[in-house]
C-alpha cells in the first residue's frame, strides 16, 4: 500500500458474487500479508479483490483439490 488505508478484501467467483469479505481497519503502508483458508469453496477459478484509499487491485487465483 503506498499509504495507510482502510482496506476490504473480497473473494468472488467469475459471475462477481461475493464469496468472503474481509475488513481491515487502518492498514500500514508498504508490503502487507494476510492468509486465506478456502473453507469450503469448490476447485474453480476465483478472484480476490483488494480495495483500499488507493484504488482496487484484482488478482485471479484456482482452488484444485
Known amino acids: 500500500l503506498p499509504t ?3 482496506v ?8 462477481g458474487r461475493v464469496l ?7 492498514v500500514q503502508e508498504g508490503w502487507n500479508r494476510s492468509v486465506f483458508y478456502p473453507g469450503n ?19 485471479k487465483f484456482v482452488i484444485s483439490q
Not at 476490504?8 to 459471475?15: E, H, I, R
Not at 468472503?20 to 487502518?26: E, F, R, W
Not at 469453496?41 to 488478482?59: N, P
Request: charged share 15%.
Open 4 to 6: 495507510t488505508s482502510d
Open 8 to 15: 476490504k478484501l473480497y473473494v468472488t467467483d467469475l459471475n
Open 20 to 26: 468472503t469479505q474481509i475488513d481491515a481497519l487502518n
Open 41 to 59: 469453496l469448490t476447485s474453480g477459478i476465483y478472484l480476490i479483490l483488494l480495495e483500499s484509499d488507493s484504488g482496487v487491485q484484482v488478482q
